[in-house]
């Protein structure tokens, strides 16, 4: 096999072995003369294949890499036999997350502005589950961090990037619609959190479509 060709079943090979998704600069070290659009064009194949064999799982496009996933079709059974590879957000922690995601970078004490209550605990809660990150500091008195989101965050809930957010006019929609009532269980709202090489669940948030609350980004129900 010469440098510029594609070795497809390579290729699937790489981005089985990956711990999470792998980015094409990674992908393009082992094959250094392959461009990207060759690299998602042979992920098309090969998942036009798994398709058409009626294979479970599929080469997607997350946190700018490719990883792969179990279909949403088959969560279901996944977590019934798995439950703990849910990671579970309390009201706050995700409306915190929403906001973070909307409007960062934001500092603590933006976040505390906009939710009207203190979020120090829940901010903290987040970065140990690396769903935020700190990715600056704010040019004012005592520098304070800045919070943005993680790529964490986006392969939780199969984002390629930030740009695959719905736009806030979609989440005032589904916010204006009626919606179920909280479970009194604060940790109801959900996402899968499985990454692992060859198998993750790719069904995001099953979660109240008012957990947001009253702040203009007020719903993360990612699909």
Same mark, same amino acid.
């Given at each position: 096999?010469s440098?510029?060709?594609? !070795?497809?079943?390579?290729l &699937?090979?790489?981005i089985?072995a990956?711990?999470?998704?792998?980015?094409?600069?990674?992908?393009?070290?082992?094959?250094?003369?392959?461009?990207?659009a060759?690299?998602?064009? +042979? #992920?098309?194949? @090969?998942?036009a294949?798994? $398709? +058409?064999?009626?294979?479970p799982?599929?080469?997607?496009?997350?946190?700018?890499?490719?990883?792969? =996933?179990?279909?949403?079709?088959?969560?279901?059974v996944?977590?019934?036999?798995?439950? !703990?590879?849910? @990671? *579970?957000?309390s =009201?706050? %922690?995700?409306?915190?997350?929403? /906001?973070?995601?909307?409007?960062?970078?934001?500092?603590?004490?933006? @976040?505390?502005?906009?939710?009207? #209550?203190?979020?120090?605990?829940?901010?903290?809660?987040?970065l140990? =589950?690396?769903?935020v *990150?700190i990715?600056?500091?704010r040019?004012?008195?005592? *520098?304070?961090?800045?919070?943005?989101?993680?790529?964490?965050?986006?392969a939780?809930?199969?984002?390629?990037?930030?740009? !695959? /957010?719905?736009?806030?006019?979609?989440?005032e929609? @589904?916010?204006?619609?009626?919606?179920?009532?909280?479970?009194?269980?604060?940790? %109801?709202?959900?996402?899968?959190? +499985?990454?692992?090489?060859?198998?993750?669940l790719?069904?995001?948030?099953?979660?109240?479509? $008012? %957990?947001?609350?009253e702040?203009?980004?007020? &719903?993360l *129900?990612l699909h």
């Amino acid at each position: 096999m010469s440098e510029s060709e594609l !070795d497809r079943a390579a290729l &699937e090979a790489l981005i089985f072995a990956a711990e999470g998704p792998i980015g094409v600069g990674a992908l393009r070290r082992a094959f250094p003369r392959v461009t990207p659009a060759q690299i998602a064009a +042979a #992920v098309g194949e @090969i998942n036009a294949n798994l $398709e +058409a064999t009626g294979r479970p799982y599929e080469i997607a496009e997350v946190a700018a890499g490719y990883q792969f =996933r179990t279909r949403p079709r088959y969560a279901e059974v996944i977590l019934a036999a798995a439950p !703990d590879r849910k @990671i *579970r957000l309390s =009201r706050p %922690a995700l409306e915190t997350l929403a /906001l973070i995601a909307y409007r960062q970078p934001l500092t603590r004490p933006e @976040i505390e502005n906009l939710r009207g #209550v203190d979020c120090g605990a829940v901010v903290k809660s987040l970065l140990e =589950r690396d769903l935020v *990150r700190i990715v600056g500091r704010r040019d004012a008195p005592g *520098r304070p961090a800045l919070y943005g989101t993680s790529a964490t965050f986006l392969a939780t809930f199969g984002l390629r990037n930030l740009s !695959d /957010l719905p736009a806030l006019r979609e989440i005032e929609a @589904i916010v204006a619609a009626p919606a179920e009532e909280l479970p009194a269980d604060e940790g %109801a709202l959900e996402s899968d959190s +499985a990454e692992s090489s060859g198998e993750s669940l790719a069904e995001p948030f099953d979660g109240d479509e $008012e %957990a947001l609350g009253e702040d203009d980004a007020r &719903e993360l *129900r990612l699909h």
